[in-house]
């Protein structure tokens, strides 16, 4: 498992196979690290020794959302750290234990991607607007319905899981990059991805780490870029259907 640290608060911690390489993060805190996402499965021990390394205890498992790709370690991580909070949405909660059923709002697009059923029930439910340690819960809906992200006022830092990637290319999620394709193939609704993207750049970012690709300093024209092809490219879609 390859570490980067970027900052004084944030260490990325990336697997290694090259066809989908996966980020988890690592939050530093006064009392000890925030893991934001559990990753896929077999990454707990890599994490679990990041971590160590790092002299710090994992005292909260915070997950962006509920695709397998960032909870597939949950079950492993909980088991060794029994004392750490693991902490969700209500939303995502539901699909972790197999719920599938979209609410009423949510069929304007259909669940997609890989869910991965676990035995891990949240210690405590979040929503947007809260505090995870330093961290602000900021809505980010679109690549699944039950999407967050992370934001650290103190050094700026976005964590943004797959609301964008930077794999072959910064995207919002929807947009297809082709060397690098499958968050955009795992979106549930592009247009509320799309406005998702636009409310995290209006947090005006000093970093953006995704779930899949680099972390990017000063990242807002490369923000602004992606969200204008996202625009460009569902304007076409409309009129293509129309």
Do not use: C
């Not at 893991?35 to 909260?60: H, N, T």
């Not at 509920?66 to 060794?80: M, Q, R, Y």
């Not at 947007?128 to 006022?153: M, Q, T």
């Amino acid at each position: 498992m390859k570490t980067t640290s970027h900052g004084d608060y944030l260490t990325q911690l990336t697997n290694l196979p090259l066809l989908f390489p996966v980020n988890v993060y690592l939050v530093r805190e006064e009392d000890g690290l925030t893991l934001i996402d559990a990753g896929m499965g077999g990454m707990a021990p890599g994490i679990l020794r990041a971590a160590e390394s790092l002299g710090g205890p994992i005292r909260r498992v915070v997950l962006t959302h509920a695709h397998a790709d960032h909870t597939g370690s949950l079950d492993a991580l909980h088991a060794a750290l029994p004392q750490a909070e693991v902490l969700m949405t209500e939303r995502s909660a539901r699909l972790l234990a197999g719920d599938r059923t979209l609410d009423e709002a949510e069929r304007v697009g259909e669940l997609r991607g890989g869910w991965k059923i676990s035995a891990t029930r949240p210690t405590r439910l979040i929503q947007p607007g809260e505090r995870v340690g330093s961290l602000e819960v900021v809505a980010a809906p679109g690549h699944s319905p039950d999407h967050i992200a992370l934001f650290d006022p103190r050094d700026r830092s976005l964590i943004a899981g797959d609301a964008l990637q930077t794999r072959a290319g910064i995207a919002v999620s929807g947009t297809i990059r082709p060397l690098f394709p499958f968050p955009a193939l795992a979106t549930w609704h592009k247009p509320t991805a799309l406005a998702s993207a636009r409310r995290l750049r209006a947090l005006e970012p000093a970093r953006l780490a995704v779930g899949h690709g680099a972390v990017l300093g000063e990242p807002l024209a490369a923000m602004d870029r992606a969200i204008a092809t996202a625009e460009r490219k569902l304007a076409g879609a409309v009129a293509h259907a129309g």
